[in-house]
């Protein structure tokens, strides 16, 4: 039900010193006492019983009836819940409009920006009018607490790096085609193999490359022409090389597995 005015027993409230009021709600919104108390002069003349039969709107602050609830005004004749209402939709309209003093005050006196016009423009240079009485100096354009801040950045995955081309093993002047190995690979160098595996002895004369030998012993590297191999150096290399034939040993006439 919409309050008809002021309750007869307002004015026999005590006195409420204001100031503590609107401290306290400054103090909780973030806003200067300053500027709230600069609205309070311009909508009621501080007047606690203040009521506006056109619209209903109640008190210091003037809250519309359709605020109280959501502002969480139980007793909008209170003065600290009605200094405290109309700081808190204050505060809305200023984070409405980025800390835009003149945007949210327009906003304070007529609701949607479709009913702004020359009254509201007049409304707002009226509290700054207060406002530079009450503090001495002009209220700021745009209060940078109420700026939203910007949204974070948006964390993308990295960019895969491009992959390096593949390496061709093609020796060939056709790209398509497969590795010629053959072109590619040089020739084995030239090696002597003895009968029975062992040493194989490279002829362009680099190290011996040591093999493992098939059956018997590894053999000795053999020796220069110039120096023919002695009866006993022979008949090891008879017995290694052909396996203990029937051949007798030289220096004894010995055969091999008997005397």
Do not use: C
Request: proline share 16%.
């Amino acid at each position: 039900m919409t309050q008809k005015g002021p309750p007869t027993v307002i004015y026999d409230r005590p006195s409420v010193d204001l100031e503590p009021l609107f401290s306290a709600a400054g103090h909780l919104t973030g806003i200067d006492p300053m500027l709230l108390k600069a609205i309070a002069m311009r909508e009621s003349s501080l007047n606690p019983g203040n009521w506006a039969p056109s619209t209903g709107a109640v008190g210091l602050m003037s809250l519309e009836p359709q605020n109280w609830k959501s502002l969480g005004v139980t007793d909008p004749w209170d003065p600290a819940q009605n200094i405290m209402g109309g700081a808190l939709l204050l505060r809305d309209n200023l984070k409405m409009y980025d800390g835009d003093l003149n945007k949210a005050l327009q906003q304070y006196n007529g609701g949607s920006p479709s009913r702004w016009g020359a009254a509201t423009r007049s409304y707002v240079q009226d509290v700054r009018n207060n406002y530079k009485g009450l503090a001495g100096q002009e209220a700021p354009d745009v209060l940078p607490q109420f700026i939203k801040p910007p949204p974070p950045p948006v964390l993308r995955p990295a960019t895969p790096a491009t992959p390096a081309p593949p390496v061709h093993l093609n020796m060939n002047a056709d790209p398509s085609a497969g590795p010629n190995f053959a072109q590619s690979q040089p020739d084995p160098p030239a090696t002597a193999q003895m009968p029975s595996g062992g040493l194989a002895v490279n002829q362009s004369g680099f190290q011996p490359a040591l093999a493992l030998a098939s059956r018997g012993p590894a053999l000795p590297p053999p020796l220069p022409p110039s120096q023919p191999p002695s009866p006993f150096v022979q008949a090891f290399l008879t017995n290694a090389i052909f396996g203990g034939g029937s051949a007798p040993y030289p220096f004894t006439g010995i055969r091999p597995g008997g005397r």
